[in-house]
């Protein structure tokens, strides 16, 4: 499986929008990116993920790179409650494997 | 729809001890998986099924068995419990294919002593 690389941390503003980036430079062509957050102990949440399309779900949007090595999660307005541990995963097609890495931890300030 | 159903939700065990941590899921997927969390860490796969009587070992199987007879079901046996295995656990299951997230469960906390 690819690996990720993330910034170990990222402010934003209440309101402004978070843009969290990843980088997957090894990244296959049957390799998915996923985006997970953990906020606090609790299990991890998925977010959304995307193949070779930038994807928008009521979370978040996902943007991916026309060669795939790199991709950005935004969230559109953060609010304080998006404070979290945000992974960004490359899972291979048909692989039940998810590897996590260390992640980015967003701090979103008032 | 329950989801992802983990039990307990907290155990402590003395060193040596034995114990099943229980996973079920009611949303008829194919894989799953079992994830272990130290403090400040990220998750570390364990242990994962892509199907009913199919298991394959993550990145920490050691001291850990798993096996997989129902859809719903995936159970994570301690062998004999180190004070190393105190950790948060994470059952987590998908639909198969790479066009699906999974569904976490709210973690078992483990402590051994």
């Known amino acids: 499986d690819a690996k990720t690389t993330q910034p170990p941390s990222m402010d934003c503003a209440e309101g402004r929008a978070a843009n969290l980036p990843c980088n997957h430079s090894?990244?296959?062509?049957?390799?998915?990116v996923y985006w997970y957050r953990q906020i606090h102990s609790q299990g991890p949440q998925y977010i959304i993920h995307?193949?070779?399309n930038n994807e928008t779900n009521e979370m978040a949007s996902l943007i991916i790179t026309e060669d795939r090595k790199s991709s950005t999660l935004i969230l559109p307005h953060a609010t304080l409650r998006d404070t979290a541990v945000y992974y960004c995963?490359?899972?291979?097609?048909?692989?039940?494997?998810?590897?996590f890495g260390q992640g980015t931890t967003l701090q979103v300030k008032p | 729809n329950a989801g992802v159903t983990q039990t307990p939700k907290f155990q402590v065990l003395k060193t040596g001890q034995s114990m099943t941590l229980q996973c079920a899921q009611d949303?008829?997927?194919?894989?799953m998986s079992w994830y272990r969390q130290d403090p400040g860490m990220g998750l570390r796969l364990i242990h994962y099924?892509?199907?009913?009587?199919?298991?394959d070992q993550g990145e920490v199987p050691n001291g850990y068995n798993v096996s997989r007879s129902t859809t719903e079901d995936f159970p994570l046996r301690l062998l004999s419990a180190a004070p190393s295995q105190t950790s948060v656990y994470f059952c987590?299951?998908?639909?198969?294919?790479?066009?699906?997230?999974?569904?976490f469960g709210s973690g078992t906390r483990l402590t051994v002593v």
């Open positions: 987590a299951s998908s639909w198969t294919g790479g066009d699906y997230g999974y569904t």
């Open positions: 090894t990244i296959s062509g049957n390799e998915y």
């Open positions: 995307g193949l070779k």
């Open positions: 995963i490359v899972r291979v097609e048909w692989s039940g494997k998810l590897i």
């Open positions: 949303m008829n997927h194919e894989y």
């Open positions: 099924s892509v199907g009913a009587g199919i298991t």
